[in-house]
């Protein structure tokens, strides 16, 4: 496969709001998990302890962003009659791609009439649940402001970007499966520039309940992915943007590259014991053809960016798929650190793949391995005494036993949809120019 340079970056999530303020979360192994804020639902009157009683959640928790409300419709073109009709999803789309575009060093309006791609993932739809709460309030431009596809759309429609443009839901692997789409095209000369990611937000109390009732929340509200204790996870929000451009390309017109994406790939579990239950087996198919795509032996990779849920069933099955792909020609000496960014900000769901990625590349450009947090007594099940594999409970310098650093990222999907990419070091990409930043 050829390779994909990552050239901008956007995000905004919990306690961060653009990637140097989430490095220095990462780094400093911040738990960025809140009580329920006032003005999203009033946690006391949902909240009951015993997951069982109907309407109620046994979790106050979440991983919060600010200001949600908040938008600047002028600066889009947007009126503020259809502003307020907008997803906040759409909104934190086109703001956060923006900031992605200028971290790229590109002029957005410079891209109209350009084969420029969009693909976003997507799934929450709290918004259009609130807005249609009272059918006298809807007016014409709900259709638009609503559908989960014109999050990616409006985006297209704002920049005259005449590449494919779509929103893809997976459930929890969808933003992950929109960056292996956005390569997909850039291979096939669909797009010749790339905005990808994901966004999602909680707005009312409905899936919580939801997740609730189904036993997936921890009741403390921290995922505590790998420990003993592990009993669900607690929600997130958030949005993250990859600008993407093929290697070639990015190094011919000297784009600063701050990762490179050497391969990925996609699955499904098929016919399983349960649509929700994890399946080692199409995990492990998942990974060997990523790495297979991205031309990187096993043994190579040095660090992987769990799906990691906190789940007493998903994370031994996740570690045994990993160990049984990653130890092929594996030696003791080349270690492997396993990591998930869910213990600091939550389970973004349709976002979660590409908070995870950001924090790979991230960690990448500062050779450092953020501490993995919550991790008091690791899970026995896991098996991971006596392997090369470790997770790390303290920042670390990177791992470094080859010519190039590279890692894994996992996004798996409760409907059963599987994505692995492999990212490589910017600065040990052949060719790969200037690499990117270092604070």
Excluded at 216 to 221: L, R, V
């Amino acid at each position: 496969m050829e390779p994909i340079a990552i050239i901008g970056i956007g995000c905004r999530f919990p306690k961060a709001n653009n990637p140097e303020s989430f490095w220095k979360l990462l780094h400093n192994g911040v738990d960025a998990i809140a009580s329920v804020p006032k003005d999203r639902w009033d946690v006391d009157a949902f909240y009951d302890p015993d997951p069982t009683t109907p309407g109620k959640m046994n979790t106050r928790w979440g991983g919060f962003l600010d200001q949600v409300d908040q938008f600047d419709p002028a600066f889009f073109e947007i009126s503020p009659r259809e502003a307020e009709r907008i997803d906040p999803q759409h909104r934190l789309v086109l703001e956060v791609a923006w900031e992605a575009l200028e971290d790229a060093a590109i002029a957005p309006e410079s891209l109209a009439g350009s084969q420029t791609g969009v693909f976003i993932g997507i799934g929450n739809y709290d918004y259009g649940r609130l807005l249609c709460s009272d059918l006298s309030n809807i007016n014409s431009h709900h259709g638009t402001g609503l559908t989960l596809s014109v999050a990616a759309n409006r985006l297209s429609y704002l920049l005259d970007l005449h590449g494919p443009s779509m929103a893809i839901e997976t459930a929890c692997s969808s933003s992950l499966v929109a960056v292996h789409s956005a390569c997909q095209s850039l291979r096939s000369g669909e797009s010749n520039l790339v905005i990808a990611g994901g966004v999602s937000l909680m707005l009312t109390p409905d899936m919580t309940i939801t997740f609730s009732q189904a036993r997936m929340m921890a009741p403390d509200g921290r995922c505590k992915t790998f420990d003993a204790s592990a009993n669900g996870y607690v929600r997130g929000e958030g949005c993250g943007i990859l600008i993407l451009k093929r290697l070639s390309d990015a190094i011919k017109d000297s784009n600063r590259i701050l990762a490179v994406i050497r391969g990925s790939a996609v699955n499904h579990d098929g016919l399983s014991n349960g649509i929700t239950a994890p399946n080692g087996k199409a995990q492990q198919a998942v990974i060997r053809q990523a790495l297979k795509n991205a031309d990187v032996a096993p043994a190579e990779i040095s660090y992987i960016e769990a799906h990691g849920t906190g789940t007493p069933l998903g994370d031994p099955i996740e570690i045994r798929a990993i160990k049984a792909v990653l130890m092929a020609g594996r030696s003791p000496e080349q270690r492997c650190g396993i990591g998930s960014v869910k213990t600091n900000i939550g389970h973004l769901e349709p976002a979660a793949g590409i908070a995870g990625l950001i924090k790979v590349v991230l960690s990448l450009q500062h050779g450092e391995i953020p501490p993995h947090l919550h991790l008091q007594q690791l899970n026995p099940h896991l098996g991971l005494d006596k392997t090369p594999f470790f997770i790390p409970r303290e920042c670390q310098p990177w791992p470094k036993f080859s010519e190039r650093r590279l890692a894994g990222v996992s996004g798996f999907s409760f409907g059963g949809t599987n994505c692995h990419v492999i990212l490589e070091a910017a600065q040990e990409s052949r060719g790969a120019g200037e690499q990117g930043r270092k604070n």
